[in-house]
């Protein structure tokens, strides 16, 4: 049954918005609700909107899932929201356990033939980042533009071929939520406060602003990758079956994931697989409406953090002259010292995975001393094998060639998903944020990251029929290419033997581009693709675009041109240590909505209002050059008196230019041998 309504969650809460300021995202209006045909209790809110595609006759979703408590057992006695998980260990939740989670999707259609296109979910990483990045950032049917207002097409969206679902997992990710609470948000310092009901509406500015977040409470949450599996499995149990436009005749489903979707995409899959095989053979006694079977057939993982003890041995050389540019991103004492770290990490994460064998085989951090372990294990690897890094180098942590704060991926999204007028498009009744600390918290706390399984996993679904495509970024740290090909090397399958006689051949992007290197054995294959940070799609979207189709529609990543069908083994180099050349850095600028990418006398002048504000771009000589219409345009309406969008005292006074790397940090062989102050920017991919 279809009815226009409100998410019953959000009723209150938006009338205190109303009537409090218009900054609070209006009550969404024109949304459609779709009541589960199993008497269930989940329901799919959505709407149609043409926000990002606009190719003519393409169409595009977006909406919640619903689900209520209780939604199903597994055998773990949940009585709270199914995308929860509470510590068997830690205090009552704070908000109450009998409210829905609401998770939040944006369907686009694929342009060419979406009846017989098969379906693509797409996941960010963090954990807790926002698939909205992939979105308007990577791999989406659109960019968000400069003035934080409109969008442009993308050519390489991935939508050309496939039906795409963006997925803001796990709950309180982006615009998924459980209970909603109004809120100030300082930009400058990340300080989140409650706005009572009772409380005053401050006055707002350019970085100091109200909002209406999620609850905020970690225990309201996916507790790790193996809870959050089981929650984003309840969500594709209703999804599929419920949903009203998707209609394939193609009913494969892929995933693919980015960063600590190295983790998500090897969980998911697995118990996807497992609870198929459970549905098959009877053994699973779910609900009527949770004996779906989804034909799972691609996992791709992009710039995937898989498995720590295989990894964490790559991250030195990555740092220091072994990543395939000559880059001394570090001096040689720090690299040495980075080494040295090596053995006493791996030893702290086997004693993780001991403890975990012993009493959390199923790693659903149900163990405070087996949480603490892990988490001390993965404290200690990052603080001697990663930290050094990032304190010595003063290079991006996504991008080995790029000085910290970085340009790139541009961040115009973050203010595009908080316009009014686009929260109303979309039918959202909270702001956007891209990143939430309190689903990071859940994942980090009970050490999910060190602990084992996923190697394990992978093998399953090659098993079992599944495609696999790990696929790097040669300038990346956080997931190092040469330890992604490490991990490939390691997964012990029926093709192990196969894949280890495989070679390393060229990827031809296209007739003048060769965009990287794949070895590639049966369902398996790993990729090198060169000159690209973190977030693939974004640094080189046509090689990125060529993977993924090939990978999905069974052909060789090299050419795209033979069928892996059969044994397809890949011809080429004995190994994928090809020597580049670095490109140079564009000009720097500052955006308030990602504070992080400012330098230290940027934010000194947004926090004492001498900084001049355009559509959220910090106005300097470099963002001047960088976006002349958008500056001209905030200029022109300024001189005519309309509102100066700044920090209070704004004295519109222009700070000097400032050319951040551009032409001051060369190729291969260039080093930093002075101490620079950095902070890590978070895009979305934190690893």
């Not at 999204?413 to 007028?421: I, K, Y």
């Not at 999910?448 to 696929?471: M, T």
């Not at 369902?523 to 999905?552: C, D, W």
């Amino acid at each position: 049954m279809i009815t226009c309504s409100t998410p019953a969650a959000a009723v209150a809460l938006l009338a205190l918005a109303s009537s409090a300021n218009a900054q609070f995202p209006a009550e969404p209006a024109g949304i459609k609700v779709l009541e589960s045909r199993f008497g269930d209790g989940v329901t799919i809110s959505y709407k149609e909107n043409d926000l990002c595609e606009t190719t003519p006759g393409v169409r595009s979703y977006s909406g919640h899932v619903h689900l209520p408590p209780g939604t199903a057992e597994l055998g773990q006695g949940q009585d709270y929201p199914i995308n929860t998980a509470r510590r068997p260990y830690s205090q009552p939740l704070v908000d109450d356990p009998t409210d829905d989670s609401v998770q939040f999707f944006w369907f686009f259609e694929a342009r060419n033939d979406p009846s017989n296109a098969p379906t693509v979910i797409w996941l960010n990483g963090g954990p807790g980042s926002s698939s909205m990045y992939g979105i308007l950032e990577e791999n989406g049917p659109c960019y968000a533009n400069p003035d934080s207002n409109s969008t442009r097409l993308s050519e390489w969206s991935w939508n050309n071929q496939a039906n795409m679902l963006y997925l803001d997992q796990p709950v309180q990710v982006g615009f998924s939520y459980d209970t909603l609470q109004n809120v100030t948000r300082d930009l400058l310092t990340g300080e989140v406060s409650l706005l009572n009901a009772t409380d005053p509406v401050p006055e707002q500015n350019t970085t100091f602003l109200t909002g209406t977040f999620p609850s905020r409470e970690p225990n309201n949450t996916a507790f790790g990758s193996v809870n959050g599996a089981v929650a984003a499995w309840h969500f594709a149990q209703a999804w599929f079956q419920e949903f009203p436009h998707l209609l394939p005749n193609d009913t494969r489903l892929s995933l693919a994931a980015q960063s600590y979707g190295g983790r998500y995409g090897p969980a998911m899959f697995t118990f996807w697989e497992e609870q198929n095989q459970r549905i098959e053979n009877g053994s699973w006694d779910g609900g009527e409406g949770e004996q779906f079977i989804l034909h799972l057939d691609t996992l791709l993982m992009i710039s995937g953090c898989v498995d720590r003890y295989v990894q964490y041995p790559y991250y030195p050389q990555q740092a220091f002259r072994g990543n395939g540019y000559g880059i001394e991103a570090v001096n040689e004492t720090v690299y040495n010292a980075m080494v040295e770290s090596v053995p006493e990490c791996l030893q702290r994460i086997q004693t993780c995975r001991d403890a975990a064998a012993e009493s959390d085989p199923e790693n659903l951090g149900i163990d405070a001393t087996v949480n603490e372990l892990c988490e001390e294990a993965e404290g200690f690897c990052r603080s001697h094998i990663v930290s050094p890094y990032t304190q010595y180098s003063g290079l991006d942590y996504y991008d080995i060639t790029t000085q910290s704060p970085p340009p790139f991926p541009p961040p115009f999204h973050e203010g595009f998903l908080n316009r009014e007028w686009v929260q109303a498009e979309l039918g959202v009744p909270l702001n956007w944020t891209g990143s939430s600390p309190q689903a990071s918290a859940a994942y980090r706390d009970m050490g999910d990251y060190p602990r084992d399984s996923w190697l394990d996993d992978l093998a399953f679904l090659l098993d079992n029929g599944i495609k696999v495509s790990l696929v790097h970024g040669d300038l990346d740290f956080a997931c190092p290419w040469a330890s992604g090909d490490a991990v490939a090397k390691a997964i012990n399958w029926t093709g192990s033997a196969g894949y280890a006689a495989a070679q390393y051949a060229e990827i031809q992007t296209n007739d003048s581009y060769v965009g990287g290197l794949v070895r590639q054995h049966g369902n398996l294959s790993y990729v090198r693709t060169y000159q690209a940070g973190h977030a693939i799609p974004a640094y080189q979207p046509e090689t990125a675009y060529k993977i993924f189709t090939r990978a999905l529609f069974n052909l060789d990543i090299a050419t795209g041109t033979e069928s892996t069908a059969g044994n397809y083994t890949s011809t080429g180099r004995d190994d994928a240590n090809v020597q580049l050349q670095a490109t140079r850095q564009d000009p720097t600028y500052c955006y308030t909505y990602a504070p992080d990418g400012c330098y230290d006398w940027q934010q000194e002048a947004l926090s004492n209002g001498t900084a001049s504000i355009c559509n959220w771009i910090f106005v300097d000589a470099n963002s001047t050059r960088l976006f002349p219409e958008v500056i001209a345009r905030c200029r022109a309406e300024w001189g005519a008196g309309a509102q100066h969008e700044t920090t209070p005292g704004n004295s519109s006074h222009e700070l000097a230019e400032f050319e951040g790397a551009a032409g001051r940090l060369g190729g291969r062989g260039w080093s930093v041998s002075t101490l620079v102050a950095v902070v890590v920017a978070v895009l979305g991919f934190v690893a």
